[in-house]
């Protein structure tokens, strides 16, 4: 059958917006795009942590180019922040392969739910 009511409204009524290099904002929904690390914002990578090397802002509007258009997305749970862990496509653009084609951000096999990052991107 196809998505439930609520899913599609929300779909409709969605202009994304980039919060950073992974992560969008839908209305009040925060999405955590699977598969990639994304270079983190000034003071976002904690100590002791490895973060992806490369320009935060740079990642942040490539993402935020890309958001032209009607979103598709496929959720798969939440990670412990209580961020939506999706697969987000606009125009049959797959958002973590735009960003990893663009070099804006790394792919993370352990965070590739089902192996679906790397079947749309070639991985």
Same mark, same amino acid.
């Given at each position: 059958m196809g998505l439930p009511v609520m899913l599609i409204a929300a779909v409709l009524a969605c202009a994304p917006v980039a919060i950073d290099g992974d992560t969008l904002r839908c209305g009040r929904e925060r999405i955590r795009l699977i598969g990639i690390d994304a270079p983190e914002?000034?003071? $976002?990578?904690?100590?002791?942590?490895k973060c992806v090397p490369g320009d935060a802002q740079a990642s942040k509007r490539s993402l935020q180019a890309a958001l032209r258009g009607r979103a598709t997305i496929r959720r798969f749970g939440f990670?412990?922040?209580?961020?939506?862990?999706?697969?987000?496509?606009?125009g049959g653009n797959?958002?973590?392969? $735009?960003?990893?084609?663009?070099?804006?951000?790394a792919y993370v096999a352990r965070w590739d739910t089902g192996g679906t990052v790397r079947r749309e991107c070639g991985r």
């Open positions: 914002l000034p003071g $976002h990578c904690r100590r002791g942590r990670d412990r922040y209580g961020r939506t862990l999706a697969s987000v496509a606009i797959d958002l973590s392969c $735009h960003q990893l084609r663009a070099g804006a951000a």
